[in-house]
């Protein structure tokens, strides 16, 4: 949905093949064909925070190949850059665009256990390490720019992964939640414009969703 849908803009942006277009004011449905990765399976779609003002929508989705290796581009209206490539992930990317997208170009991409940042404005993008073993379940970012990703390694005999935050847009890490049920891992996390950060933990005996008010120090079932 357009960041500008109440102001206005009542397009709705669908992944299924080839991507379409539903248009809320006139009940229309048009295609959304003239990205690259018109041919996956599937699309995914982040907008610039400061829609419609920034019109671009970084669009993730998979090459023509058999191989459906993930690509990502920059679309701008109809114009859309060349595909970037996310080496060693397969399927379509999850895709978010920073909150400073529009200033500093910052963009994120991300496939099982790899994660890619960009900061030319999705044309390109380079693999983050990331801080634990574990496939990426989610990414959130508050209003002070930390970055935060949930993850659960499913390879491991005993559930593993957690939950951890960047401070300097993902090239280093710090847990949060040591020693709580987080670090058998997390599916979900957001980043509440109050500044509470809400998780899912990955654990069926963990309770539910925690909350933090004090920026992942503590956790508890309400805030």
């Not at 993850?151 to 890490?173: I, M, N, R």
């Amino acid at each position: 949905m357009s960041p500008g849908f109440s102001a206005g803009d009542g397009r709705i942006l669908v992944g299924a093949i080839p991507g379409w277009i539903y248009h809320d004011d006139t009940r229309a449905v048009t295609p959304f064909d003239a990205v690259p990765e018109s041919t996956s399976a599937a699309l995914s779609f982040a907008y610039a925070p400061s829609y419609p003002s920034d019109h671009r929508i970084v669009v993730g989705g998979t090459g023509a190949s058999p191989d459906q290796n993930a690509e990502v581009s920059a679309c701008d209206v109809s114009n859309c850059s060349p595909p970037a490539q996310l080496t060693g992930v397969s399927g379509t990317p999850a895709v978010m665009t920073s909150k400073s997208f529009s200033a500093t170009g910052l963009a994120f991409a991300w496939g099982s256990d790899k994660l890619f940042r960009s900061t030319d404005g999705a044309r390109t993008f380079s693999r983050l390490h990331l801080p634990a073993a574990g496939a990426i379940e989610d990414l959130a970012e508050d209003g002070r720019g930390a970055v935060y990703v949930a993850l659960v390694d499913f390879a491991s005999k005993a559930a593993a992964g957690g939950l951890f935050v960047s401070h300097d847009a993902g090239t280093t890490w710090s847990r949060l939640g040591r020693g709580t049920v987080l670090d058998a891992g997390v599916i979900s996390v957001i980043a509440l414009p109050s500044g509470n950060l809400l998780v899912g933990p990955y654990r069926d005996t963990a309770g539910g969703l925690q909350c933090s008010s004090d920026g992942g120090r503590s956790w508890a079932p309400r805030c």
